[in-house]
Structure formats: C-alpha cells, structure tokens
C-alpha cells in the first residue's frame, strides 16, 4: 500500500517518491548492498552509484541538489562496511572511508531508481494515428491555454501524446506566434529568422513554402544536427483558395513500413542518408538515416525531406533499396489513409512535434486573398521538461 510522500529522509534530486513498499533488509554483497522490499522484491546497488547520489550536503549541494563531491574525490577502494534498514524505513549505509562516515537514503528514491526499475516519472506513451484521428479531441480554446492552468497541462500533454495540437480562438496580434510557443520554452532562432512569415504578398522565394506550390508533407529543417523539436503555425490570415495544411504521423507509417513493407523499413532506417540545405549564403549538412528508430524499432525522429537531400553516396544495391523505400514512404505520407487535413482561420496556431509530425499543404491560388501564416520553433525537451515537472 502507498504510503504518506516520504519526507523524512533528504533526496538528492527535486522529485517527489511515493514510498510504495517499505524496505525490510538491506545486506552487504559484493560491490553493493541489495535490499529486500515488502512485496518480495530484491533489488541491487552497486557502492559508486549510491557514494555519488549520497543526500548529504558535503555531497549533494541543499541548495542546486547537484553532486559536489567529485568521483575522483571518492576512494577507488570503496567499500561498504554496513547496511541496514532504519526504524523509520530509510536504508543506512556505513562507509569504509570518508569525507562521510554514513549515508541515509530514502526508500522510495532507492527503489525507483534500481538497476533495471524504469526511471521515475516516466512520460505518457505516445499515441500513434492515422486519418481517423479527431482533431477537436487535440484542440483548445485558446483564452484558456494563455491562462496557463488544466487547458494549457491538457495542450502540453496532447502534444506529447499525439504530436500535435490546435489552438482556437486566440487574438489575431502578430507576436502571438512567441507569446504562446515562450510558455514551453526559448523560441529557437534558425537562418529562417526568429520566427518566421509565410505570406501570400512576400515575393522572396527562399523556401518551397514560399510558393502557391502543393507541399508534401515534410519535417522541417533536416539538414540540422538537432532538428527543431516543436513547431508552431500561427495563422494571421487564409482567405486564398487552397492551402489546407495537411499532417500525418511518421510514427504510425513507421509501425506500418515495419509491419508489412520490412525491406523499405530495413533501407530507411540504416542507409545514411546526407541532408544538405540549398541557399548562397548557407551550407547546413547532416548525416543520418531517414527513418531514426529505438531498439524497440520505434520511431525517434523522422528526417522526412522530400526534397533537402543530397545525392545519396551509396552502393548501387544500397541504392537500390533506398529509393525504393523512399518513394513508398513519401507516398504513404501523402496517403488520405493516413493524413488529416485542417484549413487554418485565422486566430489558429497550429504546435506539432517537428521530428515526428509529418506537415504540408494543399495547392493555393494567391490571386483569390491573402494566406498568412507565421512559425516559429522550440526545442521538444522543453515540453518533456516541463510534463515532469507538472508530474512532481
Ligand atoms: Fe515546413
């Protein structure tokens, strides 16, 4: 049974840890201690680990909570000397050497940060869709997300969640597109600007997107080390014909290429690939495959560019599988299978995961009215920053 937030015992991190089951032996073994836990549970911690996330403060600063003891100011011949389980429940730990004789730790810390437990405060799982995604369950009022309360915790989730979220009803005023986007975190400045114009009645064509052109979806700005996290569309005005933007899930078509198309899946996920940005005065480049997955073959980012890549520099077989995976994932972005479409009004702002969220645009007619959009970025670990923060 959970039992009261335990505060008795000093941490060494900001964190909040529940004590769910109660620590009933802690013994010496080699290396480390392992405690034995009420539900029957044993769990092992090796000297090191429990030496440098000591609470103490010749240890742990009580102010930052950031280790100040160096490792190199910690013996090498470490050894713990005894371990036991106190009245109260914190795991006590005698030291062979100094500077301190005894450490405390608290028990809820030890047990969620064992070898092999998950790290406290994980984040949601995310929720992967195609076209029959609902975009009003991912839209927010936006008086309500300026507030900064539930509405703006519930904008933040969904954007990890589903990657993507919409915001209506909000001030048509130029500098909504830093307002809101600097409640996550520091806008990001790219060659593209501080934020950025997308507008009918610019004449300057640095950019497909500055054009009446039809954009398949894409990521943006592959060609960067660290691709910008988060992207936010504000909308200024849309009265041309066309130019509904239109999204998909790389995550979603990602699980479908391993599913059924394993050779595409295979090519894209493992054939670098060189992305090379094209501007006189700019020479960005990035090496990666297309298509970044985790060890559970889970997308981690998507370098979805349909048209900022070099040429590849590859075997004529690896070539081969390249293009042949490329061409069915740029078709299966642009699949109504798996694509939602949204017209922008004005007083919209539209904030997707840029590595994930795949974007574009339906063809516009610029001679029928003015389509103004405004953008700006922000890194993603800003929001998962911020969603364990809000978890504390
Ligand atoms: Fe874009």
């Known amino acids: 049974m959970a039992q009261a937030q335990g505060s ?9 840890y529940p004590v769910l089951h109660r620590a009933v032996t802690a013994e010496l073994i080699e290396h480390g201690i392992a405690v034995i836990w009420g539900d029957g549970v044993r769990t092992e911690h090796h000297r090191f680990v429990l030496r440098e996330n000591s609470p103490d403060p010749r240890t742990t600063h009580p102010l930052s909570r950031e280790q100040q003891l160096q490792l190199t100011e910690i013996p090498a011949d470490l050894t713990i000397v005894g371990a036991a389980v106190d009245d109260d429940g914190g795991v006590r730990v005698r030291w062979s050497a100094g500077p301190v004789a005894e450490s405390v730790y608290h028990p809820g810390w030890l047990r969620a940060w064992a070898g092999g437990a998950s790290a406290p405060n994980p984040l949601p799982p995310q929720v992967s869709w195609d076209s ?19 509405v703006f915790d519930a904008f933040l989730l969904a954007m990890h969640t589903h990657g993507v979220a919409l915001v209506q009803g ?7 597109i830093e307002r809101l986007p600097s409640m996550l975190g520091p806008v990001r400045t790219t060659n593209f600007g501080h934020v950025f114009d997308v507008r009918t009645k610019s004449a300057e064509v640095t950019s497909n997107a500055y054009t009446d052109l039809e954009l398949p979806v894409h990521t943006d700005l592959d060609t960067r080390e660290y691709m910008p996290g988060l992207q936010f569309l504000w909308c200024m005005a849309n009265d041309a014909t066309g130019g509904e933007s239109r999204l998909s899930d790389a995550a979603a078509i990602t699980r479908h290429l391993r599913a059924e198309h394993s050779d595409a899946y295979a090519a894209l996920t493992t054939i670098p690939v060189s992305f090379i940005n094209k501007a006189a005065d700019t020479d960005y480049r990035f090496v990666a495959p297309f298509l970044v997955v985790d060890g559970d073959g889970e997308l ?3 370098r979805w560019s349909p048209w900022l890549r070099g040429p590849l520099q590859a075997s004529i077989g690896d070539a081969e599988r390249f ?8 078709e299966l972005g642009d699949d109504p299978r798996f694509v939602v479409s949204h017209k922008l009004a004005a007083g919209e702002m539209l904030a997707f995961d840029n590595r994930r969220i795949l974007h574009g645009r339906g063809p516009l007619d610029r ?5 103004w959009l405004r953008g700006s970025y922000v890194e ?11 978890q504390r």
């Open 170 to 176: 909000l001030p048509v005023d130029e500098d909504m």
């Open 323 to 330: 293009y042949a995976g490329l061409r069915l994932a740029l």
């Open 367 to 371: 001679s029928t009215g003015e389509r």
């Open 8 to 16: 008795t015992w000093p941490l060494p991190d900001f964190n909040t």
């Open 132 to 150: 029959s995604l609902d975009l009003s369950t991912v839209t927010f009022d936006g008086s309500h997300v300026l507030a900064g309360g539930d």
């Open 380 to 390: 993603r670990e800003e929001l998962e920053s911020r969603l364990r923060v809000r």
């Open 300 to 302: 981690v980012e998507a």
